[in-house]
């Protein structure tokens, strides 16, 4: 079992900067990847970004394409996600999420606890 501490987040302004981090203990192989979802009040988790830990190899939601970047840390299976130009619709809970060989919205991952990321406008 994967656990998943996620750090970050918070109230910043339309067109403002944030950036979220990830960390996964236990045990992680090398097909490990890590990403991030989000869920607003009323809609459904939706995927946000992802990254294979050995490979580097990214992938992102058309939505964030261009604003978000995401990123491999110093340390083993820790991530970090930079938002940039954040606009009002990006407001959610931010999880973190963990799996290997595929990661998909639902338990057959591992989550962080989720946090908040609220953009006024």
């Known amino acids: 079992q994967v656990q998943l501490v996620e750090s970050g987040g918070g109230l910043v302004q339309a067109g403002g900067s944030l950036r979220l981090s990830c960390a996964a203990s236990?045990?992680?192989?090398?097909?490990?990847?890590m990403g991030w979802f989000r869920q607003a009040p009323g809609k459904e988790r939706e995927f946000v970004a992802s990254?294979?830990?050995?490979?580097?190899?990214?992938r992102y939601a058309d939505s964030v394409k261009g604003r978000f970047t995401i990123s491999r840390g110093d340390v083993r299976a820790t991530v970090t996600l930079q938002m940039n130009d954040l606009k009002p619709e990006d407001t959610a809970t931010y999880y973190c999420?963990?799996?290997?060989?595929?990661?998909?919205?639902?338990?057959?991952?591992?989550w962080g606890q989720g946090t908040q990321v609220t953009v006024s406008s």
């Open positions: 999420a963990g799996g290997h060989q595929v990661l998909r919205g639902d338990k057959s991952s591992s």
């Open positions: 990254i294979w830990w050995s490979t580097g190899t990214t």
């Open positions: 236990g045990r992680t192989y090398s097909n490990f990847i």
